[in-house]
């Protein structure tokens, strides 16, 4: 599109989330979303590198034959087996749908932070994967072979047809539902939702002190994911503020009812992935957890709890939930808050 030429400034009162009329999509300021540049910020401040983080010690517990059990070794490789591809899935819907539909210039400067998160992430994953001298083909792969992580992935990629499309564009109720339909997909049921029972089996091998580098990784990640569900619900809310009307009871209860298929198939995850449960937490306990963190998102856009389960893991909540996440690795991150050292 040929840049208008003019003298005219940017009116950032008309700029909206998706459909901004005559959207200037390259300057930056001034900002309307300024959550975006908050969490572009965090994102910043919390930068970190999967090699940094020593991976000594797993590499001797996972040699060793009798730190892990059979059943652990099974939840470790199956665990890793959903985190390698779901970040690929969740980056490539950054760069091939949402970034091109999105029309606010701040929140697209988050997105290209998110996108690299998520490489950050699927490097994380090869790091462990090459550390431990696991099989790659197998682990890789298990999206194809593995029942339970198959149907997430599949579940989460039929939700990209249409929006994948290069002809496709927001514009219609029809349309803005459906990228909207795309943004509770990733965010709130693959970011929000998906991801936790193996982040929690993970926190079970460090709670007894087993593979505490690996669990480590998935620390950083887990503060990451927890900022782009924050953003994610962000776009969501304001997309409701700025177009009313796509918010229609119908779509509230597809959005319910999307919810509550993703928490059927990450309890079925979660017990056939463990079926004799794993480190004391049993299935009725990942249920419950499942069903739980399902009702703190749907609050958090606005819709009704589902479940009213308890939380049965609450040392998750403490390194999870709590929006602190910002302080919770000031050890490590201060190198990057304080500016890069360049030697010359
Ligand atoms: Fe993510």
Redesign the pocket.
Known sequence: MPIKKTREKVNINKRRIINGEDADVIQLYPMKHTFAWDAYNAGNANHWLPTEISMQKDVEQWNSKNVLSDDERHAFNTVLGFFTTA?SI??NN?VLATYRHITSPECRMYLLR?AY??AI?THAYQYIVESLGLDEGEIFNMYREVDAIYNKASFILSFNEGIFNPEFKTGTLESDQKFLENMVIFSVI??GIF?YSAFAVMFGFQRLGKMSGSAEQIQYIMR??SQ??NFGIELINTIKAEQPEVWTPEFQQRAIDLVREGVDLEIKFATTVFPKGIFGLNAEGFQDYIQHIADRRLQRIGLPVQYGSTNPFPWMSEAVDLNKEKNFFETRVIEYQTGGTLEW
């Open positions: 970040d969740a980056a950054i998110q998160e998520e992430h693959m970011e991801f990451d994911e782009h569900l």
